[in-house]
């Protein structure tokens, strides 16, 4: 077993945030609208959207304290990222969150979700019952002075609010909410809807909605956010819509969402770019056909269709990847919310250097480049399935607080007996298959 291999579970109500720089100062904790339903009504509220970041736990309100430490600042060292992520796998593997066959915590009933704060070294997580507090306690027991754990009273159980998501899709039917946004994995606690324009008008729109829906209108908060478009009129809007999975129906197209051509098994489409002006996503050749159509998610509705295979290689001098000319809109993301600011050249690529893939099987997971014998055999620790072929390989832009990336290269295979996957360098890719990466 490799131990430096490690995961990021963005889907099992996990969210990572980084470093950002000085408080007073910084975006971040600038202060934020939203509306929550209170006594009968409506009540606009304001705060930083990163509060954890901008405020010390203890102040919160419905904080409950560490599980380790009662005052973690100054006492505990800062731990490392490795440590810090490996104790929030062995916390998701405790939940039980099975996201593949759509099933929520088999072992914590209370469970509401949880979130990372790697610049201070802090974990936190929701849980409504003292008994699955303790049963979390006594899970990280072997962490004791190594991670800081804090515990936030929850009013929703992440089952609960995964639930009520499910149910809230259909407000995308109605245009005149100009829904922009979905998301029920947040620091919140809560379901978070976007609007366009947040009106008394628009409030009300939303009350009948959610009690048509049946969704409890004290589980949602409301933001106003508005959608911007891309300068570039082919790529489609940078749309703020949180796809609730990258298995679902998502326009425009990403990297790391699910897809798939007629014959072929579930693939994982790995990053925007276009060809002679012509804008695509490119993929594992293996999991296409030439001149074959693409769907996404997957075949079993005409109306998925997302354009052709124009070019598949597959040869051990070409490399293992294809570029499929879309019909429908892409935009310079990673799912769910990275943005594609560039890429890293082949020979700045270095052995331990850490990287990240974002796949339909596993989701995000991390690990670090073991060897490069040539620039279309780069092998690396991050953990890959079946379905993940095509996930695009990137890392973070330095010092952008995990909003930005830069991509490495394409994943194109998983040995499970050495544990080890491979992927193909960014400058091959765009070489061999003549195109040019969109970025944002």
């Known amino acids: 077993m490799l131990g430096l291999r490690w995961v990021i579970v963005l889907l099992l109500g996990f969210v990572v945030l980084g470093s950002f720089g000085s408080a007073g100062n910084d975006k971040a904790c600038q202060p934020v609208k939203y509306w929550v339903f209170e006594n009968g009504q409506w009540v606009e509220k304001s705060e930083p959207r990163i509060w954890w970041y901008c405020q010390e736990p203890e102040k919160i309100k419905n904080f409950e304290g560490f599980a380790f430490k009662e005052k973690p600042y100054g006492l505990l060292k800062k731990p490392e ?137 004290e589980a949602v908060i409301v933001e106003e956010i508005d959608l911007k478009p891309l300068n570039i009129e082919n790529y489609g809007k940078l749309s703020l819509i949180q796809p609730l999975s990258r298995n679902d129906v998502i326009r425009p197209l990403m990297g790391g969402i699910q897809f798939q051509v007629p014959g072929h098994n579930y693939c994982t489409l790995g990053f925007p770019a276009e060809k002679n002006g012509i804008v695509g996503m490119v993929t594992a050749g293996h999991c296409t056909d030439e001149g074959a159509p693409a769907y996404q998610p997957d075949t079993s509705d005409p109306s998925y269709y997302i354009g052709n295979v124009e070019i598949k290689l597959w040869s051990p001098a070409q490399g293992d990847m294809a570029w499929i000319k879309t019909t429908v809109g892409v935009t310079p993301k990673v799912y769910p919310y990275f943005i594609i600011k560039g890429y890293k050249p082949y020979r700045y690529q270095y052995v331990g250097s850490t990287v990240l893939k974002s796949g339909r099987t596993t989701g995000l997971t991390g690990g670090i480049i073991l060897d490069i014998s040539t620039s279309l055999e780069i092998r690396t620790t991050m953990e890959v399935a079946p379905g993940d072929s095509g996930s695009p390989v990137f890392y973070w832009c330095q010092g952008q607080a995990y909003k930005y990336v830069q991509i490495y290269g394409l994943l194109y295979r998983w040995d499970p007996d050495e544990e080890t996957s491979t992927y193909l360098s960014i400058d091959d890719v765009l070489n061999n298959l003549g195109v040019e990466l969109i970025t944002g």
């Open 81 to 217: 990222s490795i440590i810090l992520h490996q104790a929030a796998r062995e916390l998701s593997q405790l939940v039980g969150i099975d996201e593949l066959n759509g099933e929520s915590s088999r072992n914590l009933s209370s469970y509401g979700g949880m979130f990372i704060d790697e610049n201070k070294g802090l974990i936190f997580v929701y849980v409504r019952d003292e008994k699955d507090k303790e049963k979390i306690r006594k899970a990280l027991e072997k962490y004791k002075g190594k991670v800081n754990v804090a515990f936030l009273k929850g009013k929703y159980s992440f089952e609960q609010l995964k639930e009520e998501g499910e149910k809230a899709k259909e407000l995308f039917r109605s245009r005149e909410l100009g829904i922009t946004w979905l998301s029920y994995q947040n620091s919140k606690n809560r379901l978070i809807i976007g609007l366009e324009s947040v009106s008394p008008r628009n409030l009300e729109l939303l009350s009948g909605h959610l009690d048509k829906l049946r969704i409890p209108k």
